[in-house]
Nanobody
Framework: QVQLVESGGGLVQAGGSLRLSCAAS????????MAWYRQAPGKQRELVAT???????SYADSVKGRFTIFRDNSRVTVYLQMNSLKAEDTAVYYC???????????WGQGTQVTVSS
């Protein structure tokens, strides 16, 4: 079992920055990949950024150059630094962890990010 708790969302003006955190607990050694997803009202959930156990990182084209995913040395907490925010970044952001052997996905409860234009 893995538990994920997100924090750091809020209201920010366009062009501003926010940092999201995702704290993992439980069977963290079984985690292979952690990721950030987001879901805007009326839209499907979309992948924003991923980081795997080896440190490989990928980003959605829409956030490249603006968002940075990174983790602490203990690999317990994953962060999403969001700069140059746009109104279209407004969404509920979810943290996700994929288990190495089973591929099972765990999700956090989500944190709201609202960017005012």
């Amino acid at each position: 079992q893995v538990q994920l708790v997100e924090s750091g969302g809020g209201l920010v003006q366009a062009g501003g920055s926010l940092r999201l955190s995702c704290a993992a607990s439980g069977s963290i050694l079984s985690i292979y990949t952690m990721a950030w997803y987001r879901q805007a009202p009326g839209k499907q959930r979309e992948l924003v950024a991923t980081i795997n156990r080896g440190g490989s990182i990928s980003y959605a084209d829409s956030v490249k150059g603006r968002f940075t995913i990174f983790r602490d040395n203990s690999r317990v907490t994953v962060y999403l630094q969001m700069n140059s925010l746009k109104a279209e970044d407004t969404a509920v952001y979810y943290c996700n962890a994929m288990i190495r052997d089973s591929g099972y996905l765990y999700w956090g409860q989500g944190t709201q990010v609202t960017v005012s234009s």
